[in-house]
């Protein structure tokens, strides 16, 4: 039986862009995902927001009549991004916009100041070992960016015929896993050198829970979404010559920030086994396409 976590490319899609999701209409309280491309206006309400180009360049963004341009990038596998932190309470006006740009929200207790990362800021981590080696850039987290209330932000991207997401983790508060996060996936598959998603694109992805109830292997497309209310999640496996790239937006409960998870037990060993990483990462960086 499907859990209808997983959402097709198109079933989220809006007046505004090619897909949108809010915590009511995942069914949780806090992580929220918006994808526009075209010229709009965003009424943030009680989320604070992360504002990152996808494939779109030269966007202006404008908060309280203050305005922001970010340079952006022709696609996710074509480079790093600069984006913006916006606080709760905001409405954000989007002008020239060109291709894709993410709103990722969470919903907030405190304000923070409107806040601009440039890409040359932005950290980038190789993470992991051999064929399950990837690179995550560390947009919103804890580490990277204190100045946000309960969202965290990174994207992940897995050369063709790696896993990542390896191993399996959740972050669900059952048992004894005392993290809380709820976390929505947003992919886009390559196909070879590609600067952003081919709809020839395909990859696999595994989500199980504690209970047994959910447990389910998903062919992802291009431009797909999957939400993670619970279990452990991984791998997530991209096809030969087709590179994997997602976007992630985590929040829950906690009174701090946190990204931590728990292991699948049976799977932990794993990690001592990682020694070299693959040559072909980092894909990306500030400056472009490094390889």
């Known amino acids: 039986m499907s859990s209808g976590w997983h959402r097709p490319h198109g079933t989220l899609a809006n007046a505004h862009g090619p897909m949108s999701i809010a ?117 919103a987290t804890p580490d990277s960016f204190a100045g946000a209330d309960r969202i965290n932000v990174c994207e992940v991207i897995t050369p063709g015929g790696n896993w990542s997401s390896w191993p ?36 696999l992805f595994r989500v199980y829970t504690v209970s047994g109830s959910v447990d389910e292997t998903v062919t992802i497309k291009d431009g797909d979404t999957y939400l993670v209310p619970e279990g452990y999640h991984g791998p997530t496996a991209a096809a030969p010559d087709y590179p994997m790239y997602f976007l992630n937006v985590l929040a829950g409960p906690a009174e701090e920030r946190t990204m931590a998870f728990c292991d699948d037990p049976s799977h932990h060993w794993i990690r001592g086994t990682w020694t070299d990483i693959d040559p072909r990462l980092p894909m990306t960086s500030a400056k472009g396409r490094v390889q």
């Open 23 to 139: 915590p009511e209409q995942a069914g949780w309280d806090y992580s929220g995902l918006h994808v526009i491309d075209r010229d709009c206006s965003i009424d943030l309400g009680d989320s604070e927001a992360v504002v990152l180009p996808l494939s779109a360049r030269d966007v202006t963004i404008t908060v309280d009549s203050n305005t922001y341009p970010l340079r952006g990038r022709a696609g996710v596998f074509a480079s790093v991004s600069d984006w913006l932190y916006v606080t709760r309470g905001k409405t954000i006006d989007f002008s020239y916009v060109n291709g894709e740009v993410a709103i990722l929200t969470a919903k907030a207790r405190a304000d923070h100041p409107v806040h601009y990362t440039p890409a040359e800021d932005v950290a980038v981590e190789l993470r992991g070992g051999g064929r399950a080696s990837r690179q995550v850039t560390n947009i």
């Open 168 to 203: 399996p983790h959740r972050h669900d508060g059952i048992g004894d896993c005392p993290t809380t996060n709820e976390e929505i996936y947003y992919f886009r598959i390559g196909k070879n050198d590609s600067a952003h998603g081919d709809p020839e694109g395909t990859g």
